[in-house]
């Protein structure tokens, strides 16, 4: 399964920015789909994720200002960070679990640089 992640950026405090991650290859399922981030000097930590059922969960540090959905359709997912904050800056991966003829599969992105600076 390969992820191919879009929308990287710099970005002004305050200003929004669309990341996207789409899924390709060969699967029977996918499961939960999300987005980590790693900052400067960070361990990788969970933003927002969603569930085959569309359940979300999101950091406590992104609650209200990030939304994440999926489009199960195309086999994408999509964080919309609105009010970005300087300790945003980070680089953000998409990640995906399924299931690939019979076997679990747990697959990440090569990663994508959110700057957030004035």
């Known amino acids: 399964v390969q992820l191919v992640e879009s929308g990287r950026g710099l970005v002004q405090p305050g200003g929004s920015l669309r990341l996207s991650c789409a899924a390709s290859?060969?699967?029977?399922?996918?499961?939960?789909m999300g987005w980590y981030r790693q900052g400067p000097g960070k361990q990788r930590e969970l933003v927002a994720e969603?569930?085959?059922?569309?359940?979300?969960r999101y950091a406590d540090s992104v609650k209200g200002r990030f939304t994440i959905s999926r489009d199960n359709a195309n086999f994408m997912l999509v964080l919309q960070m609105n009010s970005l904050k300087p300790e945003d800056t980070a680089v953000y991966y998409c990640?995906?679990?399924?299931?690939?003829?019979?076997?679990?599969?747990?697959?990440w992105g090569q990663g994508t640089q959110v700057t957030v600076s004035s």
């Open positions: 990640n995906v679990r399924g299931v690939r003829l019979g076997v679990p599969f747990d697959s």
């Open positions: 290859g060969s699967f029977s399922r996918i499961s939960d």
């Open positions: 969603i569930t085959g059922g569309s359940s979300t």
